[in-house]
């Protein structure tokens, strides 16, 4: 039976049939029927966990699917379950969730610098005396939905694009992600650069409740497996030096591989299953889609840079441009890994204007509202993210723009004119200590 081309390879929202398991799918599946913990699948954008959920968690009666937008809120995600669970919003709830969305706005801005510093792993003495302030948020609300889920037989419910959500609603998620299981209600989230842990960072009493999987890494064997699976379907074949080439071209991007395959396929008029084998192995085309791809792709990306790099209300220092120059001009193994705050401290001591004179506490501050800054200028899926004392890649992507971005281009993408600092005016807030 023939096929067409946009079910066996490219970047889709249903599962291709070039679908490859891993031993992450087998991890996954064993927690999914061996234990009762809630699960966390994290990783980069587009690098498999959407399928990896869809493999083993179909669409059924009792799974309550809600994905995560900007500016949804954790009270929002509730009455979105209650609506897919074909379950009434009583006035008692819509009441009990306008006073907890009451008493979250009263929450000071105190705390939520202190929730900041638990994920960006800094520590001060303004975190120890914030904790003291912890704001009482009631759980009525989540208490409410877990009860009336039981009741209906809705025990799985699956949270996409977590990632979204702000940080005081992931704290209080954190907080009713215990009473949800000991409901037996189970959560299964999907988002970006979370980590194992990143939940007990707001509630110790999640460990042993809540497991976490890595959906990051693909193996060239596991690239290369693709290309078998997708051939067959597709009768046809594609020689292993052309093969090998995608794959490092792709810098292990599962998606900017499957792309690249996709267009090798419509260039060369392949939209379905041939009814003889045919083989492709021209390189130099190979190359040239590569280019193509690169291009493309990198506008878009171009534009998302040069907007971070224009900051915010933190420009006086222009520290936004200075570390996106850092991260472009890195090495690949590098920001593959995330760049710790001591590598960005010690490369802007060398590049900024003012470098000596910047202290850690003003690289602090702008890495802390990264995050923020990329909300702000409406830069979804987020480019990078600050967590951990550490600048991490969030859209895989950006990993393959980085590997063929010529260095030499960076200043024409970043023009240096664009990003002059007034260095007397500076240089004597520095000294009086005002930034």
């Known amino acids: 039976m023939k096929t067409t081309l946009k079910n066996v390879f490219g970047v889709s929202k249903d599962i291709l049939k070039s679908y490859v398991t891993r031993q992450i799918d087998y991890d996954f599946k064993d927690k999914l029927e061996l234990t009762d913990h809630h699960i966390v699948i994290f990783g980069e954008t587009k690098v498999g966990?959407?399928?990896?959920?869809k493999k083993y968690i179909p669409t059924t009666s009792d799974v309550v699917i809600v994905d995560c937008t900007k500016g949804i809120n954790l009270n929002d995600i509730y009455v979105q379950i209650l609506y897919k669970a074909e379950i009434e919003v009583t006035e008692r709830i819509t009441k009990t969730m306008e006073e907890s969305n009451k008493l979250k706005g009263e929450i000071s801005t105190s705390f939520?610098?202190?929730l900041k510093s638990k994920i960006t792993g800094e520590k001060?003495?303004?975190?120890?005396?914030s904790e003291v302030k912890k704001p009482y948020l009631p759980n009525t609300v989540s208490v409410l939905v877990s009860n009336e889920l039981e009741k209906s037989g809705k025990l799985t419910i699956v949270l996409d694009d977590f990632h979204y959500l702000p940080l005081i609603e992931q704290y209080q998620l954190a907080f009713d992600l215990k009473m949800f299981y000991q409901n037996g209600i189970r959560f299964i989230i999907l988002g970006t650069k979370?980590?194992?842990g990143y939940f007990e960072k707001f509630n110790g009493e999640l460990s042993h409740r809540i497991d976490y999987i890595d959906a990051t890494k693909w193996s060239n064997e596991e690239l290369r497996e693709i290309v078998d699976k997708g051939s067959n379907c597709l009768n046809i074949k594609i020689s292993n030096p052309l093969v090998n080439y995608f794959v490092e071209a792709s810098n292990g991007i599962v998606a900017v591989f499957q792309g690249l395959l996709f267009?090798?396929?419509?260039?060369?008029?392949?939209?379905?299953?041939q009814n003889e084998v045919t083989e492709l192995k021209n390189l130099e085309q190979a190359q040239g889609i590569v280019n193509t791809y690169w291009e493309e792709m990198s506008r878009t990306y171009f534009t998302k840079i040069k907007d971070i790099a224009g900051g915010g209300r933190r420009r006086k220092l222009q520290l936004y441009y200075y570390i996106t120059k850092i991260v472009l001009n890195s090495e690949q193994d590098v920001i593959r890994r995330g760049l710790p705050f001591q590598y960005i401290f010690d490369k802007l001591k060398d590049i900024h204007p003012l470098g000596?004179?910047?202290n850690h506490g003003a690289l602090t501050t702008v890495l802390s509202h990264l995050d923020e800054l990329q909300i702000e200028k409406e830069i979804?899926?987020?480019v990078y993210t600050y967590f951990d004392k550490r600048l991490s890649i969030v859209d895989s992507d950006f990993y393959f723009i980085t590997m063929h971005l010529p260095k030499r281009s960076i200043d024409e993408i970043l023009p240096p004119h664009e990003?002059?600092?007034?260095?007397?005016?500076?240089?004597?807030?520095?000294q009086l200590k005002l930034f």
């Open 263 to 273: 267009e090798l396929c419509i260039f060369n008029g392949i939209k379905e299953t």
């Open 49 to 53: 966990k959407t399928f990896l959920r």
């Open 112 to 114: 939520l610098e202190f």
């Open 194 to 196: 979370i980590t194992s």
């Open 380 to 382: 979804f899926p987020k």
């Open 124 to 129: 001060s003495e303004k975190e120890n005396v």
């Open 356 to 358: 000596s004179s910047i």
């Open 419 to 430: 990003y002059v600092i007034n260095l007397e005016e500076q240089e004597e807030e520095i």
